[in-house]
T-cell receptor
Framework: GDSVTQMEGPVTLSEEAFLTINCTYTATGYPSLFWYVQYPGEGLQLLLKATKADDKGSNKGFEATYRKETTSFHLEKGSVQVSDSAVYFC????????????FGKGTRLSVIA | EPEVTQTPSHQVTQMGQEVILRCVPISNHLYFYWYRQILGQKVEFLVSFYNNEISEKSEIFDDQFSVERPDGSNFTLKIRSTKLEDSAMYFCASVLAENTEAFFGQGTRLTVV
């Protein structure tokens, strides 16, 4: 079945460091790929998405590129801030109507000043 | 900005008791979902609801679970006789149309003692 694997956390970085959170997926066909973020005490929010191979999703300085050849969708940010501290979830949905999201386990990021 | 609202934010219940988790989706959305996250594990799909009926459910969603949209606004998840392993964060989500963004509530933390 469809699945998402993302790197284990927690990840602790200093402010202005470079961030990469790895995400790989297994799916039949061509899924849509997402990164969701959960800030402390809040719900899941869509951070960015990509719907086809080689698409790059971007938002708030974060980027991820849909790599079909490596079945990956790694999240990157060039310079993290303390306010980026949150849990990040990689997810996919297969392209067959409005099917539910399949999530990874989540990666907790802590950014220290 | 419209948002999905879940109540209560935290519910503690005794094993064997019934609980009802409530969600108010975004008003013009058509697809509704419940997910759960056991501490330290993946966010897992439970059930989706469209056109006043269940459209898809996971293996987790057994006879102990039920969903309702009783009044056209609330979307509830009932657990008939809670077990310790039902302790988790439960998320509600709503979607406007196929292949559009899922909006999540802040979650209800259910603790079964």
């Amino acid at each position: 079945g469809d699945s998402v694997t993302q790197m284990e956390g927690p990840v602790t970085l200093s402010e202005e460091a470079f961030l990469t959170i790895n995400c790989t997926y297994t799916a039949t066909g061509y899924p849509s790929l997402f990164w969701y973020v959960q800030y402390p005490g809040e719900g899941l929010q869509l951070l960015l998405k990509a719907t086809k191979a080689d698409d790059k999703g971007s938002n708030k300085g974060f980027e991820a590129t849909y790599r079909k050849e490596t079945t990956s969708f790694h999240l990157e940010k060039g310079s993290v801030q303390v306010s980026d501290s949150a849990v990040y979830f990689c997810a996919l949905t297969p392209r067959r109507g409005n099917t539910p999201l399949v999530f990874g386990k989540g990666t907790r990021l802590s950014v220290i000043a | 900005e419209p948002e999905v609202t879940q109540t209560p934010s935290h519910q503690v219940t005794q094993m064997g008791q019934e609980v009802i988790l409530r969600c108010v989706p975004i008003s013009n959305h058509l697809y509704f979902y419940w997910y759960r996250q056991i501490l330290g594990q993946k966010v897992e799909f439970l059930v989706s609801f469209y056109n006043n009926e269940i459209s898809e459910k996971s293996e987790i969603f057994d006879d102990q679970f039920s969903v309702e949209r009783p009044d056209g606004s609330n979307f509830t998840l009932k657990i008939r006789s809670t077990k310790l392993e039902d302790s988790a964060m439960y998320f509600c989500a709503s979607v406007l149309a196929e292949n559009t963004e899922a909006f999540f509530g802040q979650g209800t933390r259910l603790t079964v003692v």
